[in-house]
């Protein structure tokens, strides 16, 4: 069984052994961070410039450098945002969402991932933890992002994973008061006090932090965490269906009575990972706890500037972004500590005074910055020269002002990094352009930011699932949907993306939308509205003009409402007048139809008479017949070809009266189908497709 001695040995053990490789870094960081800061001469330049009269100048590039890369971070934040695999995990993913943006703002996250990053940038790296507060909330806890500078915590020298996954343990150390750590630690503050009231002496740990540094007598106590990375075999009943896998706590009775009733599921023996935290205080052992806050993984991801794992020497395997621009720097406050010695050992301007000339000599000092140069009474003339002073030459200014470059270029950065325009009349949007463009040698900065808010973010998800749906509904203001406490959802069903934060990037997406709404608006049609500008929009006063645009959407609608009535009410007398227009063309064609059969009619009557007039035609002739019965032959053939040609004369008049009658009615008939086909499309006109040609015939209509 391990006791409390063997947890302090393994803690001083691992940082001997972490210290031996870590140990070149730290100076150079300590330089790094005393450089940002303008401290950028040595003891022994100081000492010796003092003793030459002069001063030590700094003219600081690195800050401004630094800054720069620093505050575009701050103007470029990124919120994490969970995206789902698929649509229907959409508002679960918007809980998550809106969860971790609840525990950014409430402990100022932003802030603390861009201090960390400026820490990364100063000192090579930072480390960002997350951590469960529970003296607020003593049962479900509050999230809190913190950040440990480079001096306060010490890896495994042989990490080669920014996810740490291959890190075999961390060391971190706080310095605090009794009455801080007491609140860390509940139930052990009698412990924690009389520790408190021991004493200690500050011990061979951690020495570059600034209490290490400069106590100041103020007795505090060192808290120390060792997390320690493990592995433990654990048995797995997996569905060898669907591949699901759980874990089984439970005795060896329940697995067979379990496994009888689902024999499809298989127990397996596999590896799981699980960390292990021992909290030493003044070099004793306090309480271990295994998975703190219910994360199998380091609470914690490292913010690193430059990274390169694969060599060998630890002091330049991690470094800042200064370490490059120290030469430069150095050699720029050299040669302008040079000029300005130049400039002031020339004699501007004075007096030649004898003695005794002046009643206060004083005086003559406070005319101007140059010297006064006292002569005897009796000195004779020409006794004093003028020394005339050195000509500063032309190429100084030149090699100064290559040196400012040098810094600069050193970095990979340039004039349109900060925003200076090549011309006076650049655009914003150009040289803002320029500017992204101009720290594209830094990508691989941001990539690694990036990757710990990623990284973060995930950590953040896990601790949330362990709130209760209490509180989650709370916070949501609605109960979590099913899935929200599915450990495979968080780890399958959803991604850590990048949404905007800062005002900076707000501004761009507003721009966006006005474009948008520009290239695609049509009246009443275009997909971008007012309160999509207005919510998007980075303004004062936005309930009022929320208001405003409402009320202008309620006269649009009512107005809207109203033209859509009007509308319908012309439509409904354009369909009435249509309706009358085809009742009106049917009773015409109806009369049109009568005046027809009327006509029919009269051709029958016609014909009657025809034939009334060919019998009272036979009746004539039957009576010639009789006269004829007197007559002689010849003069009975001359009748006979005279009633003939007669009979001839009428079968044509029989046939064109009965031509003229079929013509009359097949007129009367199409007139009559086209006065109906007329109607009925004025009451539903054809679709007729662009490009499709109109038939020739429809409703019975004739060709032609």
Request: hydrophobic content about 35%; overall charge negative; glycine content about 4%.
């Amino acid at each position: 069984m391990t006791t409390d001695i063997d947890y302090v040995s393994d803690y001083c053990y691992d940082y001997q052994r972490a210290y031996y490789a870590w140990n070149p870094y730290y100076p150079l960081a300590d330089r790094d961070l005393r450089f940002y800061l303008g401290d950028q001469w040595d003891n022994v330049e100081k000492t010796n410039l003092y003793q030459e009269g002069r001063n030590a100048f700094v003219f600081n590039s690195v800050k401004k450098n630094i800054n720069m890369i620093t505050g575009y971070q701050r103007q470029h934040r990124l919120m994490p945002v969970a995206v789902p695999a698929e649509d229907k995990d959409q508002e679960s993913a918007d809980e998550f969402t809106q969860l971790m943006l609840h525990v950014i703002n409430g402990c100022d996250g932003d802030r603390v991932i861009s201090d960390a990053f400026g820490g990364a940038c100063k000192t090579g790296w930072n480390m960002l933890n997350v951590w469960m507060d529970y003296r607020e909330d003593p049962v479900n806890g509050d999230i809190k992002i913190s950040r440990m500078p480079y001096n306060a915590f010490i890896v495994d020298p042989y990490m080669t994973k920014l996810d740490m996954s291959d890190c075999r343990y961390v060391i971190q150390r706080q310095y605090m008061g009794p009455e801080q750590a007491a609140s860390l630690l509940p139930g052990m503050e009698k412990e924690v006090w009389e520790l408190y009231r021991l004493g200690w002496a500050r011990d061979d740990k951690f020495v570059w932090m600034p209490y290490q540094q400069q106590p100041n007598g103020q007795p505090m106590i060192a808290y120390n965490e060792h997390y320690i990375k493990k592995w433990r075999n654990v048995k797995m009943l997996v569905d060898m269906e669907s591949g699901e896998s759980i874990e089984w706590k439970h005795g060896r009775k329940r697995l067979e009575l379990f496994r009888e009733m689902y024999p499809n599921m298989q127990v397996i023996s596999k590896p799981q990972q699980y960390i292990e935290k021992r909290i030493i205080l003044n070099e004793i052992f306090m309480k271990v706890e295994e998975n703190p806050f219910g994360l199998d993984d380091y609470p914690f991801n490292p913010m690193v500037a430059v990274w390169e794992p694969e060599c060998e020497l630890w002091d330049i395997k991690l470094q800042s972004l200064i370490r490059c621009m120290i030469d430069p720097q150095r050699e720029k406050n050299r040669r302008l500590s040079q000029m300005i010695d130049i400039q002031d050992s020339q004699v501007n301007s004075g007096w030649i005074a004898d003695e005794d000339s002046v009643v206060n000599p004083r005086s003559l000092f406070q005319t101007s910055q140059g010297k006064v140069i006292w002569r005897k009474k009796d000195a004779k003339p020409g006794a004093i020269e003028r020394l005339q002073p050195g000509q500063l030459p032309p190429s100084y200014f030149q090699m100064a002002e290559m040196m400012e470059q040098n810094v600069m270029n050193a970095l990979g950065i340039n004039d349109a990094a900060f925003g200076v325009p090549n011309s006076g009349s650049e655009s914003g949007i150009m040289m803002m352009l320029r500017q992204g463009a101009a720290i594209t040698n830094l990508q691989d900065v941001f990539d690694n930011l990036r990757f710990a808010q990623k990284n973060l973010a995930k950590n953040i998800c896990k601790l949330i699932q362990t709130w209760s749906p209490e509180k989650v509904e709370r916070i949501l203001g609605k109960k979590p949907t099913e899935q929200f406490y599915s450990k495979e959802f968080v780890k399958y069903d959803i991604e850590i993306q990048e949404g905007l934060n800062t005002s900076t990037q707000k501004q761009m997406y507003f721009r966006q939308l006005v474009d948008l709404k520009q290239l695609t608006d049509a009246p009443s049609q275009g997909p971008i509205t007012a309160s999509m500008l207005v919510k998007a929009a980075v303004i004062q006063g936005k309930s009022e003009l929320n208001k405003q645009i409402l009320e202008n959407e309620q006269q649009a609608a009512q107005a809207a409402q109203a033209q859509q009535k009007n509308m319908e009410e012309v439509q409904k007398l354009q369909s009435q007048a249509v309706t009358a227009k085809a009742i009106n063309d049917i009773a015409s064609s109806k009369e049109r139809f009568t005046r027809a059969v009327a006509n029919m009619g009269l051709q029958e009557e016609r014909n009657s008479m025809a034939v009334e007039n060919r019998s009272r035609s036979a009746l004539e002739r039957a009576k010639a017949v009789k006269e004829l019965d007197s007559m002689d032959d010849e003069r009975l053939i001359k009748y006979l070809k005279l009633i003939r040609m007669m009979e001839m004369g009428n079968e044509g008049d029989e046939k064109r009266a009965k031509s003229e009658d079929i013509d009359v009615a097949q007129i009367s008939e199409q007139a009559n189908l086209a006065d109906v086909s007329t109607v009925l499309n004025d009451l539903n006109p054809p679709q007729v497709n662009p490009g499709q040609q109109v038939p020739q015939q429809q409703m019975g209509l004739p060709n032609g």
